[in-house]
């Protein structure tokens, strides 16, 4: 029997607010929206008790449960969809001291660095593997600690925590934060998802190592085509299994939602973007469209195969799980869109 609401699970996302307002529907179901502040707020409770039907993972969390079912010898719990509501450049999200010798890339060498989350959190695995691919810097050259930020993050202890060999992994205290920590020159460098307060708040004493990070991104995403996923739509297996069509269905409203997104965008460059905070935005989505296109954040297999096909190697690369296949990680029936 079909059920009568589906339950989702995000952060509020402009690309998915007509199903968070209950203005898109799914194959006649009512879907009820349940939005965080913070992603891991919805990645704990659909790990551990699948309390959503569908719900927004860091694709590292997704590859995680897919490992941890095949060590177990049991089906896994969830599927995703070609669905990716947060993607980021990278390279802006590695943060050092300032006048602590850190000038290139190469120097982050023999360093000690913070990652946010967990060790192979979704931006440091970008932020690594670019690092690697691009400036030959080997992650197990540095040592690392996992922590949080202004907000104390308990332990992942829901997803497996890999250590690769040859990489030196610790964690910090309890409560401590790592962007202070760099701030203070407890450690050296950071890496996080998430922009440290010391930068938002102009500390003189911690900046990002590329300082001119929009150009290096830029220039990145001319020569690689590749806009960095970092989040990723699943959905209850069993669900898919019980109503095929279904994930096809969802899919199809998450594209409803974004294109009522981008036709409120649409609308806000013909009035200048009056009501936002943000002054010259028309400016700024001028030159996003000129350098992106007109859907930078394409839903689908094919218009992402080439970043998630880099981002499953990065991800065995760096030791966190086995080598994926782009067609191991999603819905079957959705491998053709």
Request: with cysteine; aromatic share 10%; proline share 6%.
């Amino acid at each position: 029997m079909s059920p009568a609401r589906l339950r989702f699970g995000s952060m509020p996302y402009d690309m998915l607010r007509g199903l968070i307002d209950g203005d898109v529907t799914v194959d006649g179901d009512r879907v009820e929206y349940t939005t965080c502040d913070l992603a891991t707020d919805v990645f704990e409770p659909m790990i551990r008790d699948q309390a959503f039907d569908v719900a927004e993972l860091g694709l590292t969390y997704y590859l995680r449960t897919l490992d941890a079912a095949a060590a177990a010898g049991t089906t896994p719990p969830f599927v995703a969809l070609p669905v990716f509501p947060a993607r980021v450049f990278r390279q802006s999200s590695i943060f050092v001291r300032e006048g602590g010798g850190i000038d290139r890339p190469a120097d982050l060498a023999g360093r000690r660095v913070g990652e946010f989350a967990l060790y192979g959190h979704d931006a440091g695995v970008w932020a690594k593997g670019v690092l690697a691919d691009e400036f030959g810097v080997d992650p197990a050259s540095m040592s690392w600690i996992v922590g949080g930020l202004e907000r104390s993050l308990p332990p992942a202890d829901y997803v497996s925590q890999p250590r690769p060999d040859g990489v030196a992994v610790s964690t910090a205290t309890r409560g401590a934060d790592l962007g202070a920590m760099l701030e203070q020159g407890e450690i050296d460098a950071l890496f996080s998802g998430n922009v440290p307060r010391a930068v938002l708040e102009g500390s003189p004493r911690v900046r990002r190592l590329f300082v001119d990070y929009r150009s290096v991104e830029q220039e990145y995403f001319a020569r690689t085509g590749i806009f960095p996923p970092a989040h990723v739509l699943v959905m209850r297996r069993d669900l898919v299994e019980a109503r095929p069509g279904l994930a096809h269905a969802v899919s199809d409203a998450c594209a409803e939602a974004k294109a009522r997104a981008q036709e409120r965008a649409t609308l806000g460059r013909v009035t200048n973007f009056a009501t936002s905070m943000l002054p010259w935005l028309n400016d700024l989505a001028d030159r996003d469209a000129a350098l992106l296109g007109p859907d930078p954040f394409a839903f689908g297999v094919a218009a992402n195969r080439v970043a998630i096909e880099t981002f499953l190697r990065y991800h065995h690369e760096q030791g966190l799980s086995r080598r994926f296949a782009v067609d191991e990680v999603f819905a079957q029936e959705l491998l053709d869109t």
